[in-house]
């Protein structure tokens, strides 16, 4: 598509170019604007009507909309943030410069300053900088029909009116009513008779992953937020939530890699930003994995005296570290789904145990065999090895198993316990194990 | 929650129960189901009322409801079954021997039975098992007062009434409107002026992960399926596009870390379900690890010369591993949210070079100098050591950061290019930089 837009800039058809973008859904122009550079994007942004610049503005990258910000003129900017929606407008003062923000609060009324100033101080990743303030309030003393008419005048700057909120005079939140009960019930009903007063909702300070689980559970479609006092404060749209559980599985995926977890896109980071996530991890990991080092110093002797046992330090190695992040990547997981809880320790301890002795001895039956009759080593040798990597894979699928839980006890995220973290652990284990079955066998 | 309902059951204050279960969200009651044995689970069952049994029934795990099976009167099932949405029909239906299928179809009516039967054979992640039929249809010659009429009469039964569908009289797809539109716009107004046309609508066919994308890029609550000759057919809601989500980040999840993906839940598999799973992968990656037996036998001779050699070694294969399996991971997951694409190829190869450099100069720099002064090694081992680290990390960059992209290019799946297949491959890259350099620096 970009290509497309490339073309018609280079051939400087702009009306044409205005045309097609009219036809275009939002999303599809957003994704666009990646492949452009800043001054391609900038006479595009600029071909743009207001609504439609707005819409697709919501959808840019950080790095995107600072180049329009850099360029365009503040009523111009003043224009789109005012037809942005409440979340969207926060989310976009929450990334650009302190001065800007400054700007747009001058120029805002009293009301509204007070009201974005409150927004911007909700933390990162809580209830409060997900939620927006356009939702529908209803009264209970309304019939339906009134509700409807209600709806009708102020729904059109609504980000929602599928679920619209039961208010008191004091704000506080008394039921929620689905667009779909007024549209199906009679015309007549009392509010109160129509609406849901076992409705759950969040405070603003609750934690995103939280919410996102809510919204799964009970297959919501907007949940509302309230203050300490039960008043309405805000909505969260699943919209956003979609957003959050792709936000969250990505930081999982990064912890469990061992790097630090980041929001920015892979391919729009800086190399310095890529590298500074990654440094701080390996380097932990290489200091414990130089433990291994004192352990095969102790060993020395019978490394020297049957050099062939090297040979396969890195295939006991390996196995156990892959046997170890299988285990730990399910129980992760598990915790985040919510089907796995602290109190299922020794479930899973005792299923790892189980588990792990069927892959253990499955896998080593199988070496013994090979090294017996395909590496031709001896019988002694073939036998410590087995035996390492049966008893190997059974420590490591219960560390595996056990430490993620162990961490979350600890109030520590599970994710760190993944893969890098189990191998460094499992590899100092299994190495001991190895020398000492070594010397009990093979003798010295 | 359980614990209440096995206290009220042993206690035998059924009634009580029986009222406490009328006022509880059906999601919690399912929830609670799990903890519960199978008698009790029954007793339990057997106090919902018809419609609350239906959607608590439709949250359930599939044991549970084998257990429900198991004991319930045809007639019983029947009830339920016929309350039940008819996309979480097909879902129970599919899973449910075939014997137990046959009777349901045996009981419905010749109409029902073929809506049946052509659901049960769509493919397993296809749009055609997600679907519902109970979708709201307009025609394009009503007025939207006529439309609000026909919602209000037909809706009661449909999952959704928040989008509806135009078609015309070959149930050809001719166009969507919102409720909020309807509930908004003028009652006069014909569905054909104010229907949306240009709507984006999936096949039968069409994986389950390419409409999840869908629905996130242009934030949707429901999408229209079509077959060839663009008949609605379904329609896919929001809610299934969540339990999509998360079940194919666990397939990803699982396949990094090297084992068949399952839909089961980690603590109701069977033990010997979860170790066949494991077992395949690790057995290739313990016959690929075997290759660097051979890499270390052929430099025994260093290796029994300068033994310290072999200390360092695990130390090294961690790292390059721990590295390696940072890049696979983040080009994985960009892939998978389709940020970075096969021709970004070139563009990963040079990011990853230039991070890997800045991440394996600062490692290798802190590693030389702690081996000279806290492990108090020979500059040669020391200098042989570092800069092995340094050109390991390059590599395993590189190599986990490429050949995830690889692997779709090959259109295998790149989740299992992760963590343990890089590791494999790179150590045996490490192992002949290590004793190359070895040689060529402290010589034979």
Excluded at 69 to 80: A, C, K, W
């Amino acid at each position: 598509m970009h290509e497309r837009f490339l073309e018609l800039i280079e051939e400087k058809k702009l009306a044409l170019l205005k045309e097609e973008l009219k036809e275009m859904r939002a999303a599809d122009v957003a994704e666009a604007f990646d492949e452009l550079d800043k001054k391609n994007s900038i006479i595009l942004f600029r071909l743009l009507g207001k609504d439609e610049a707005a819409e697709i503005f919501s959808h840019l990258s950080t790095q995107q909309r600072m180049h329009i910000v850099d360029v365009m003129h503040e009523n111009q900017l003043n224009e789109i943030i005012d037809e942005l929606y409440f979340d969207d407008m926060i989310d976009f003062l929450e990334e650009m410069p302190a001065n800007f923000v400054k700007k747009v609060l001058t120029s805002a009324t009293e009301e509204e300053r007070k009201l974005i100033n409150q927004f911007l101080k909700y933390p990162e990743n809580s209830a409060g900088s997900l939620m927006t303030i356009e939702y529908v309030d209803l009264k209970k003393e309304m019939t339906v029909k009134e509700a409807l008419e209600h709806i009708k005048k102020t729904g059109p700057d609504k980000e929602t009116i599928y679920t619209c909120y039961v208010l008191n005079e004091k704000r506080k939140l008394e039921g929620l009513v689905s667009l779909r009960k007024l549209v199906l019930f009679d015309d007549n009903l009392l509010i109160s008779e129509v609406m849901n007063e076992d409705f759950i909702a969040t405070k603003t300070l609750d934690d995103q992953e939280e919410i996102a689980s809510i919204f799964k559970k009970y297959d919501l479609l907007t949940l509302p937020v309230v203050d300490k006092e039960d008043r309405l404060v805000g909505i969260i749209t699943i919209d956003d939530i979609m957003d959050v559980i792709d936000q969250e599985t990505t930081e999982d995926f990064q912890k469990m890699a061992a790097m630090e977890p980041s929001e920015e896109e892979y391919l729009h980071s800086r190399i310095f930003s890529l590298a500074r996530r990654r440094i701080p991890w390996l380097f932990i990991l290489m200091i414990t994995a130089m433990f291994t080092e004192g352990i095969i110093g102790r060993f020395e002797d019978i490394l020297t005296a049957v050099a062939v046992l090297a040979a396969s330090i890195p295939m006991l190695m390996d196995t156990a570290g892959n046997a170890g992040s299988q285990s730990s990547t399910l129980i992760i997981r598990g915790m985040a789904l919510g089907e796995i809880e602290l109190e299922d320790y020794l479930k899973v301890f005792w299923r790892e145990f189980r588990v792990s002795l069927v892959v253990g001895v499955s896998l080593g039956t199988i070496n013994f065999f090979r090294m017996l009759f395909i590496s031709q080593v001896g019988v002694a040798v073939a036998i410590t090895v087995s035996i390492t990597l049966v008893l190997t894979i059974i420590m490591a699928k219960v560390v595996g198993g056990t430490l993620p839980i162990a961490a979350k006890k600890m109030k520590l995220d599970p994710a760190i316990m993944a893969g890098p973290m189990i191998t460094t652990i499992v590899d100092a284990l299994a190495l001991i194990v190895y020398f000492s079955i070594a010397i009990a066998i093979i003798g010295l």
